[in-house]
């Protein structure tokens, strides 16, 4: 049996190159494991596996038809949908020989507990995106529970939370696999996380430790607040200790019916005062953050555990929030009101929202302070709206700090009183890097709230991928050189009729109109860097389900290779008019607004497609640029015709040109392990799509999600001489240090 077919696999079998696999966490399971880190021993149940048992249970088609009516913004309708798909999986029968299988392995490596963690992986997301939308199940035991735990993994994938991010950022259900890695659990006296970075400001010159007694589940909850040390990775000398009370503790225990469960225990007044771990310890940890460090080439965020005096690494991922914003700071002169932990830097201001639980989060507006006791996944719609955010408990690793820094706002985690203190409208200024917060409105306008643009100078530029207008004003102050895909079909589907039924009710201007003003958020934020807008790419199915498709779309057995792209602006002439004439319109005020015609077959459809452009006024010049998606194989073939078509720009569209090369539809989840941009074929045609482009002197990017999930294709892009390359907006900073370690050992300046 191939890997890539199987159900069971140990840590040692798998490393990092093993995501479609394993997962995000199961694969750095397997490669910290061959690199010699402590890691308590265990197996992982396949996204092979999960694929394999919604096929033979039937489950898709009944999973689908719950879920396409569904209305994600109706909560109550959702949780009830989910609980429903959730209840199909875990009440299906797991294939006999799988169940064996697991049961096998359970007892290969020793019985006991165990804990039974989700690893969920994607062909177009980083498993990053996934944080905290599976279930982890702690405490496992006997075979017939770890199988259970298994299965209710798998049910996890369709919690509300995670069907509503799927769906709100466009990504099918079922394109989204799942491992589940089975691991011994440490029976932990202290734990923690680690990171090589300082996370609040990026210092590179410390790695920051946090530590609580008991286990690890405290600190990201934020139920208490850590012990906090600096070490100096130079010389690997502790430079700070904040030893924090910590009134209880989690341990294991055995509950009703012999099984284990968390239980609190009660301080003494000598223990709560008392440092986590001992210094030896400390210093023995940071070594290890080191040796992480360097064996993956990048800062890592590493969970961490001992246990009768050995010390145990469980996770450990790149750090995917990196600011350069290390010695940023600023004077303030007013009185504090409150002071914490720093946890995600910036400064802003606003009328504070207590929020006591996650049902209130509606009265958090866009603007106001969401200060709350500790914030949960659920609190995440409040937190995208809040201009900052201020919490009683928690380190610099809890969940509020986390979203914080990834969200790019303020925060201050750990004032013990803030809920207390503060008033429902009061107005204050929070001050996330020194971790302080101050009465009143106070303006810093020094502020660098992310790596200020510009500041890392790269030869390859890096751009951002974008479709939705409410995050474009905070993505065009990070480090980015504009936007390299801005895709149509958020804003279309935002008008929700289909074009040719507008045009036939004489209210084809009305389109153009709210096309444009989707357009215009993106060029004017980004004014005067480059927006580079794909036509829009919508199959016939998508159009379909717009207001009035009905008539207008006829059924294809297969959409994602049917009537799209280029070959509908050539046939259907008055539809892509309408486009045009919205491009036109923004270009009025903001000439920064470039095309790319995306999903083109044939040479002669390119010419037709840039015949009819220019017959509508838009004819490249100094100041407008016209790109093609390099996404079929024919592009790739044949490349040279179509850059003589009279075209500025390549941008290779990997998802489909994987998919096309390697004949596999996306959309199938039993071939998803399979679907892997840096297989041979797609390697060796992206490489000559890079170099042809070099040769012919026009620009080469890429805008499919290959540099956002494998970094190694990002440096091989910089050595065959990418133009640029554009990411997801949470890949931004890492990205560009990835590309500025590519291009200094290459030598190029």
């Known amino acids: ?256 019916h012999g099984k284990m469960d968390n239980i609190k225990i009660d301080l003494t007044k000598e223990e709560q005062a008392q440092q986590k771990i001992t210094d030896a310890e400390i210093i023995q940890l940071a070594k290890i953050g080191l040796t992480l460090e360097k064996h993956y080439d990048f800062p890592q965020d590493v969970e961490w555990a001992t246990e009768k005096g050995k010390i145990y690494i469980v996770q450990t991922r790149p750090i995917t929030t990196l600011k350069e914003t290390a010695g940023a700071t600023h004077d303030i002169d007013a009185p504090v009101l409150l002071s914490g932990a720093p946890a995600s830097p910036g400064v802003a201001h606003g009328p504070v929202k207590i929020v006591p639980d996650p049902s209130q989060i509606d009265k958090v507006l866009e603007g106001d302070i969401l200060v709350a006791e500790m914030t949960t996944p659920d609190f995440v719609p409040a937190m995208k709206r809040a201009a900052a955010i201020v919490t009683d408990r928690g380190g610099r690793t809890a969940h509020a700090a986390i979203v914080s820094r990834e969200l790019g706002i303020p925060c201050v985690v750990g004032c013990e009183k803030a809920t207390a203190t503060l008033k429902d409208g009061q107005v204050i200024t929070v001050d996330g890097g020194n971790g302080k917060v101050y009465d009143g409105k106070i303006e810093v306008h020094s502020d660098i709230k992310i790596r200020a643009r510009g500041e890392v100078k790269t030869k390859t530029k890096l751009l951002a991928n974008l479709a939705q207008p409410e995050i474009v004003d905070r993505v065009a102050t990070r480090d980015v050189d504009g936007i390299g895909l801005l895709r149509a079909e958020f804003m279309v589907a935002e008008i929700g009729e289909h074009p040719s039924y507008m045009i036939e009710q004489g209210r084809g201007q009305e389109f153009v109109e709210k096309l444009a003003a989707g357009l215009t958020k993106f060029a004017r934020a980004f004014h005067p860097r480059q927006v580079v807008y794909r036509t829009n790419d919508f199959k016939s199915n998508e159009y379909k389900a717009l207001k009035g498709g009905e008539k207008f779309e006829e059924d294809e057995e297969n959409p994602m290779i049917g009537y799209r792209g280029a070959s509908r602006y050539i046939t259907d002439i008055e539809t892509f008019k309408l486009e045009l004439d919205a491009i036109k319109k923004v270009r009025e005020k903001y000439n920064n607004l470039w095309v790319m015609i995306p999903f083109v077959r044939t040479v002669k459809e390119m010419a037709d497609t840039v015949k009819i452009m220019e017959e509508e006024g838009l004819k490249r010049s100094a100041n407008f640029k016209l790109w093609m998606m390099c996404e079929v194989p024919s592009n790739v073939i044949l490349l040279e015709k179509f850059i003589d078509v009279g075209i500025d720009g390549i941008s290779i569209g990997s998802n489909d040109l994987t998919q096309l090369t390697l004949g596999i539809d996306r959309d199938s989840a039993k071939l998803a392990a399979t679907f892997d941009e840096r297989n041979e074929a797609v390697m060796i045609s992206i490489e000559k799509v890079v170099k042809t482009c070099k040769e012919k002197g026009v620009t080469c990017s890429i805008c499919g999600q290959a540099p956002s999930v494998y970094p190694e294709i990002t440096e091989k892009l910089v050595e065959w001489g990418i133009t640029s390359v554009s990411v997801s907006p949470d890949m931004i900073d890492v990205t560009r240090d990835i590309i500025a370690g590519a291009e200094k050992k290459l030598g190029l300046k």
Not at 35 to 57: C, L
Not at 110 to 115: S, Y
Not at 123 to 151: M, R, Y
């Open 1 to 256: 049996m191939r890997q890539s077919q199987k159900a069971i696999v140990w840590f040692n079998e798998v490393t990092k190159k093993d995501i479609p696999l394993v997962g995000g966490k199961g694969a750095n399971l397997g490669e910290m494991t061959n690199a010699g880190i402590p890691v308590p021993p265990g197996f992982i149940v396949t996204a092979s596996a999960y694929f394999n048992f919604i096929e033979k249970a039937g489950l898709h088609d009944k999973i689908k038809s719950l879920l396409d009516p569904v209305d994600i913004q109706n909560s109550r309708q959702l949780q009830e949908v989910a609980l429903k798909v959730q209840k199909l999986i875990t009440d299906a029968t797991m294939p006999a020989e799988l169940a064996k299988e697991i049961e096998q392995a359970y007892v290969k490596m020793g019985k006991g507990l165990v804990a039974v963690r989700s690893s969920a992986t994607a062909e177009d997301l980083p498993e990053a995106s996934f944080a905290g939308q599976q279930a982890t199940f702690l405490n496992v035991q006997g075979e017939k529970d770890v199988v259970k735990a298994v299965q209710d993994c798998w049910a996890s994938l369709f919690g509300a939370r995670a069907i509503f991010y799927r769906q709100e950022q466009g990504f099918d259900h079922f394109k989204v696999g799942i491992a589940v890695p089975v691991q011994r659990m440490v029976q932990s006296e202290a734990a923690g996380v680690m990171f090589t970075v300082e996370p609040t400001t990026s210092n590179k010159g410390k790695l920051i430790i946090e530590a609580v007694m008991g286990l690890g589940e405290m600190i990201v909850s934020g139920d208490v607040t850590p012990d906090h040390y600096s070490i100096s990775k130079k010389d690997v000398k502790i430079l700070e200790k904040e030893i924090k009370k910590q009134e209880w503790k989690l341990v294991k225990k055995a509950g009703a």
